[in-house]
């Protein structure tokens, strides 16, 4: 088996929810795959998504000190509060980020190297687009140059099945993450793929990239 690669399911459900769902909806959903995953009733699934403006914080948080001004003052600017069970800290999805939550059946039991696949994917598909996509050794994501593009958080449940995943900075308005430390990391920004492209580049399109790179990867 090719390193950084599981070994291959039989099938790979790939679902393309609906535009914006709410993340608690998503986070429901997911317990619900997962459950039926651990069951062996459906296969390894990816659900991409897009959520309306939400900011996130995982089990790493001791507090919310990485929230900025506070959670009444962040919703106060429209955005939703969700205290998750995802790994990480803080960190912001909205509109113009692909989210990718995977619900598979960790077969070889490395948690670590899961995390390691999930960033191979991202920084393969950024290099599509002729970016230099890297993993930072101390934090989880991708990074391009001096600035974050893909933040990544998961948990693993009993059985060894994943769920939450990696959202993919495409078009995201990324003054929502001035508000906030993104992820705890105070001395890198954050940056998106048109940002660094200079141009507008089609959500399907970015999907397309990903999936395949997806794939590749674990089936």
């Known amino acids: 088996m090719e390193l950084g690669k599981q070994a291959p399911a039989a099938s790979i459900e790939v679902r393309r929810l609906p535009a914006l769902m709410p993340y608690a909806e998503a986070w429901e959903l997911q317990s619900e795959l997962v459950r039926l995953r651990k069951r062996g009733e ?3 699934t990816l659900l991409l998504l897009e959520h309306p403006p939400v900011f996130t914080v995982g089990r790493a948080a001791k507090d ?7 959670e009444e003052y962040l919703r106060s ?3 939703e ?11 912001f999805h909205g509109p113009g980020q692909l989210v990718g939550y995977p619900i598979l059946r960790l077969r070889d039991r ?7 696949r999930l960033e191979g994917i991202v920084i393969r598909a950024l290099a599509d687009y002729g970016l230099e996509g890297w993993h930072h050794p101390q934090y989880t994501g991708v990074w391009v140059g001096e600035r974050k593009i893909s933040a990544i958080g998961v948990k693993f449940s009993s059985g060894w099945i994943t ?10 308005d990324l003054s929502w993450f001035d508000r906030i430390t993104p992820c705890g990391i105070r001395e890198f920004g ?12 089609p959500m399907a399109e970015v999907e397309r990239r990903v999936v395949e790179r997806f794939r590749e990867t674990f089936g």
């Open 42 to 44: 459906i296969p390894d």
């Open 64 to 70: 919310a000190s990485n929230l900025g001004a506070g």
């Open 77 to 79: 600017l429209g955005a």
């Open 81 to 91: 509060v969700f205290w998750s069970d995802r790994g990480g800290d803080a960190t």
């Open 110 to 116: 490395d948690t670590h190297g899961y995390l390691r």
């Open 163 to 172: 769920s939450h995943g990696f959202a993919l900075n495409v078009s995201t």
């Open 190 to 201: 954050v940056t998106s793929l048109e940002r660094e492209l200079g141009r507008r580049v």
